[in-house]
């Protein structure tokens, strides 16, 4: 059994910080490396063609402006889609590492040796779930922060109070 945890003052905890850095940077840069990098490809392709296509749209139009012509939805598919996968993938990725380093580093704070595959693999299956879970109910806390005092302002009453019940329904499994 672990002793209780001792109280800190700030000085302690700068210094078990930079500990904890020190002690796990290694694994954590490898986690980074191998995980969350090649996850960033994808999207570093996907806005070069990006950037590449509309410049090709914007140098091939006769003319610029607003009544410049504007090309068809279906030209736009193809680089939606390539951006929504690399955003996907780098999404994907990127919880991944961010679980992976989180493990890491509460194991050296338990005094225990993990290498950086097995913390990749403590951090995938159920884990990986409730951080993807995590990261939705902040994302949409945030969303929240923005969108209702909008919605006050500029949408009508009705609608204001189906969404701000629609919130308090997603918020009962968290309250």
Not at 84 to 106: D, E, F, K, P, R
Not at 118 to 146: E, Q, T
């Amino acid at each position: 059994m672990k002793p209780p945890v001792q109280g800190m003052n700030i000085g302690q905890l700068f210094e078990a910080a930079v500990r904890l850095i020190g002690a796990t940077l290694k694994r954590n840069l490898l986690i980074l490396l191998v995980v969350f990098l090649p996850g960033m490809l994808p999207l570093f392709a996907s806005v070069f063609y990006a950037m590449n296509t509309v410049g090709k749209w914007v140098s091939d139009s006769p003319s610029f402006g607003p009544d410049a012509p504007f090309p068809d939805f279906v030209q736009f598919l193809p680089m939606l889609l390539f951006f929504c996968v690399g955003l996907l993938v780098m999404g994907v990725t990127s919880v991944l590492a961010q679980s992976a380093m989180m493990v890491a580093n509460a194991s050296e704070m338990e005094g225990e040796e993990l290498t950086w595959t097995d913390a990749l693999k403590l951090a995938s299956g159920m884990r990986l779930v409730r951080m993807f879970g995590a990261y939705l109910l902040m994302g949409g806390a945030f969303a929240a922060l923005f969108l209702v005092p909008v919605s006050l302002f500029f949408i009508p009453q009705q609608v204001t109070i189906f969404a701000g019940v629609l919130l308090i329904i997603a918020a009962m499994p968290v309250i």
